[in-house]
């Protein structure tokens, strides 16, 4: 089963990567996109574990996840890092887990996903989609709570994956993982593809 799991990444990973050569310049270096795909999660809980073996699995397929502890160095500035790679990734994935609301970032990064129409899988960890509130503390004004409620209500009503930290196959999960993401890259692929087909169809180019 693993195998086959990883056969079939691999296969739709080389479809994806699959680009005609072009000769670097610095014009393509400064707009291509800091990442592929963003990880979005409460490092608290899934860092070590889900978080970081999902980012490290993708990295080594040649795909650009981004995750803040292996993306970011010491001396970056948050949302001067987070923020463009939201915005430049393809897709998103969300890990929830038991600590995931209460925290702020995770909720902004999660907003900032939906609000500029990424794509997102969540992945439950240990959690159950119904268990997922937002928190609020007295602290986040009228606006930031209608956000992420509304961010984390389009999550939760979204297709993702789950999984039990004690009594889950790690190694059958995370190809798993690693096929639903890919397997969304590759449709996103085909349907810019298709747009940018009719654009030029239709004279517009």
């Not at 981004?66 to 001396?75: A, E, H, I, V, Y």
């Not at 915005?87 to 609000?115: H, T, W």
């Not at 997102?120 to 503390?137: A, E, G, N, R, T």
Request: glycine share 6%; proline share 5%.
């Amino acid at each position: 089963m693993q195998q086959r799991c990883s056969s079939v990444a691999l296969n739709l990973c080389r479809k994806l990567v699959q680009v005609p050569p072009r000769t670097p310049n610095k014009v393509t270096a400064m707009t291509r996109p800091i990442c592929d795909i963003f990880i979005n999660h409460r490092g608290i809980d899934t860092k070590r574990t889900i978080a970081g073996l999902l980012h490290d699995h993708l990295f080594r397929l040649g795909l650009r996840p981004f995750l803040d502890s292996r993306s970011m160095k010491p001396g970056d500035r948050l949302f001067g890092k987070i923020n463009p790679a939201i915005r430049g990734c393809k897709l998103g994935v969300a890990i929830f887990s038991p600590n995931y609301c209460d925290s702020y970032f995770c909720m902004q990064e999660l907003a900032l996903l939906m609000e500029n129409k990424k794509r997102v899988i969540p992945i439950f960890c240990d959690v159950k989609p119904s268990q997922l509130q937002v928190m609020d503390y007295g602290i986040r004004s009228a606006d930031q709570l209608q956000r992420f409620n509304w961010a984390l209500e389009e999550a939760k009503y979204t297709v993702g994956l789950t999984f039990d930290t004690l009594k889950g196959d790690w190694s059958e999960f995370l190809n798993s993982a690693t096929e639903a993401v890919i397997k969304n890259l590759v449709e996103l692929e085909a349907q810019n593809s298709s747009k940018k087909s009719t654009y030029i169809l239709h004279g517009r180019e």
